[in-house]
């Protein structure tokens, strides 16, 4: 999403106080991340109801990324024309559809419309990257890297908090009826989402020149190092998805039990809230791209460390903690460099 931001802050309604956008803004982004981090501790339960093999289930959340990635761009547009709460709002009902649909898909095509597109697009329009948008826009100049690195760290506090919650669903009410219960969850991003509505944009009467998407288009892939930030984000993007998809069924192939793959995950939710406020507290202190290299050359040494190293459950919940303060630590910086090149615009 484009971070759109003037000089001047927009008015907002006396009640939206900085603290209340933060607190609002966080609980989205834990809410829209949670389910999502959760999703790979039903690969085992729904394979093995329909007797399919682990790459049904693998392709329709590699389906759910791909939707995820490629309407991010343009659910931003939308939401800087037409304000965060619309988009908000209507990423959350996407998203409760496609959890609701996806526990009653009985065959592979209707888990990928399900899983992958609906709730693709769900997480497209309810994630993080629309809350931070709307910091940029809402919070004061001086609060915006800590509002950057609290609302991404409250992302990993949601996949914290549903990893474990997750387990419990499933072994109380089945597996069914805990995607129901996680789709009726993303509802409550909407009544969230009135504290960071952000103006339309064509409620403003700027003296700037509006850009449309395909001049920023031309802009961004004409920058070499904007190419640079998005290839290594792209690498970082496809090492956490894969290692949330895979890492509870990877555990069990190894002879651990169900419950370490989601203390697992929800331990790297837990080290990534410090990440991620580190890395936006670092941010502010040193050259941001030399800490995503850091970011990076550990997060890979960590990975490599991991698969050469016998599977225990200690050394599984190492590797997670030390994911996790690598995890979503990334982002801070990134969109740092992102204003740092274009401008908050």
Request: charged share 5%.
């Given at each position: 999403m484009a971070v759109q931001s003037t000089g001047a802050r927009p008015a907002v309604a006396g009640w939206r106080t900085p603290l209340v956008i933060l607190v609002c803004g966080c609980a989205i982004s834990a809410i829209g991340f949670g389910p999502r981090a959760a999703l790979g501790l039903f690969l085992t339960p729904m394979s093995g109801a329909h007797g399919w093999g682990r790459d049904i289930f693998a392709l329709a959340l590699a389906i759910q990324v791909i939707v995820w990635g490629a309407a991010q761009p343009f659910v931003?547009?939308?939401?800087?024309?037409?304000?965060?709460?619309?988009?908000?709002?209507?990423?959350?009902?996407?998203?409760?559809?496609?959890?609701?649909?996806?526990?009653?898909?009985?065959?592979?095509?209707?888990?990928?419309?399900?899983?992958?597109?609906?709730?693709?697009?769900?997480?497209?329009?309810?994630?993080?990257?629309?809350?931070?948008?709307?910091?940029?826009?809402?919070?004061?100049?001086?609060?915006?890297?800590?509002?950057?690195?609290?609302?991404?760290?409250?992302?990993?506090?949601?996949?914290?908090?549903?990893?474990?919650?997750?387990?419990?669903?499933?072994?109380?009410?089945g597996w069914q009826n805990a995607l129901v219960a996680f789709g009726v969850i993303t509802l409550l991003v909407i009544p969230l989402a009135t504290a960071v509505a952000t103006p339309p944009m064509y409620a403003h009467h700027e003296a700037e020149p509006q850009q449309s998407l395909r001049h920023a288009l031309v802009e961004a892939f004409g920058h070499r190092s904007y190419i640079l930030l998005v290839l290594g984000f792209f690498t970082c993007g496809f090492q956490l998805l894969f290692i949330t998809v895979h890492l509870p069924a990877y555990l069990v192939d190894k002879g651990l039990s169900v419950d370490a793959g989601a203390w697992a995950l929800g331990v790297i939710g837990l080290f990534n809230m410090i990440g991620s406020m580190g890395a936006g507290w670092l941010g502010d202190r040193m050259p941001k791209r030399y800490l995503l290299s850091i970011i990076y050359t550990l997060r890979s040494l960590a990975v490599i460390a991991f698969v050469s190293l016998p599977v225990t459950t200690a050394s599984a919940l190492i590797f997670a903690g030390v994911m996790g303060l690598l995890w979503l630590s990334t982002v801070p910086p990134t969109s740092g460099l992102v204003a740092v090149m274009f401008g908050t615009r």
């Open positions: 931003g547009a939308v939401a800087d024309r037409f304000g965060s709460f619309r988009v908000l709002s209507a990423g959350a009902l996407f998203y409760c559809a496609g959890l609701a649909l996806m526990a009653h898909a009985a065959t592979p095509g209707m888990l990928d419309f399900s899983a992958g597109v609906l709730t693709g697009l769900g997480i497209a329009g309810s994630s993080f990257t629309i809350v931070i948008a709307a910091f940029s826009r809402l919070m004061p100049p001086h609060m915006r890297s800590l509002a950057f690195g609290a609302g991404t760290a409250a992302g990993s506090f949601g996949q914290f908090l549903f990893s474990p919650l997750a387990i419990a669903f499933i072994g109380g009410f």
